[in-house]
């Protein structure tokens, strides 16, 4: 049995360097593909805890992964060439898109990393975890969590890569990403006010306010984030003003007035029908409110 770490890189830029001045083997998962050149950004496998490791990786690594979303611990029957190569397999998926394009999956995000486990069925899981005896990983606030792997079916044969997904599960994968991307513009727009609310309640927060945007009818990504600033500025309290409850009662498509234009035009008790979110915990006092994002 060997022990392993996954690194998604490109949330610690330049980690191979730090791997190479502890002494550590590992291997990049971008090599033999287009992406190869950028090494700086890579998930990386790297042999993690044996007996004659230097001691500080398994601290840095496990730092790593208490703030980033980017680290998983594995354990595999496969050596640290081997898996690797396995792992590459899997660098690309076939989507419903254009006739099944290729897409490049960053499975080792560990945002992504239990959606992608999930939406799996038993011959994908079969290929995608064969030689894998346990996997780990710490998830986005930094909490320790574990995989399900389960056995495949008897006497059938696993998928072969690369994986073609169907309809439901693209479209799973994609829902499963809009929180992250939402979280990533409203950052931009309110970076101050982003600081000052924990992502155990940020995240939460908004991926219900997402899907209560989906289910108004809001599609564009930016509508979804002047909605998500509304809710934010009022702890969802918005939703209950009767401009507001007018306009969420029917679809976005039966008005004439763009989504972003009715936002911005929306009257100041609108934006005063709940606290901040962030109001209650410690910081420096909110900015000036942003109601229109930056071009």
């Known amino acids: ?18 791997l190479e001045q502890l002494g550590v083997r590992y291997c990049s998962l971008f090599d033999g593909q287009a992406e190869e050149s950028l090494k700086e950004i890579a998930p990386l496998l ?37 898996l690797a190569r396995h792992f590459r397999d ?18 080792y995000d560990t945002r992504i990393l239990p959606v992608w486990s999930d939406l799996l069925t038993a011959l994908q899981q079969a ?19 574990e995989l399900a792997l389960t056995e495949p079916p008897p006497d059938a044969l696993p998928a072969l890569p ?15 990403c809009e929180p992250d991307v939402a979280i990533a513009q409203l950052r931009r727009v309110i970076p101050d006010e982003m600081r000052r609310v924990p992502a155990h309640t940020l995240y939460p927060f908004v991926s219900a306010h997402l899907d209560d945007s989906r289910a108004h009818g809001v599609q564009k990504l930016d509508d979804h984030v002047q909605y998500l600033l509304l809710a934010l500025y009022t702890s969802g309290g918005f939703g209950r003003h009767p401009a507001v409850a007018e306009r969420l009662a029917r679809p976005c498509d039966q008005w004439p ?24 915990l410690p910081g420096p006092a909110s900015v000036q409110r942003v109601t229109e994002l930056p071009a």
């Open 1 to 18: 049995m060997y022990r392993y770490a996954v690194i998604d890189s490109a949330q610690r830029p330049h980690f191979h360097e730090r």
């Open 46 to 82: 790297v042999e993690y805890g044996s007996p004659d490791a230097n001691p500080r990786v398994p601290k840095e690594i496990e730092k790593l992964g208490a703030l980033k979303p980017a680290v998983s611990v594995l354990v595999s029957d496969l050596g640290l060439h081997e």
């Open 90 to 107: 899997f660098h690309l998926v076939k989507v419903p898109e254009q006739g099944g394009r290729e897409m490049l999956l960053r499975w």
């Open 127 to 145: 290929a995608f975890f064969k030689g894998i005896r346990q996997w780990r990983y710490f998830d986005r606030f930094g909490d320790m969590q």
């Open 162 to 176: 690369p994986l073609r997904l169907d309809p439901d599960q693209y479209a799973r994968l994609l829902d499963a």
């Open 257 to 280: 007035q763009p989504f972003s234009e009715w936002v911005t035009a929306l009257p100041e008790d609108v934006w005063e029908s709940g606290s901040p979110l962030w109001e209650s």
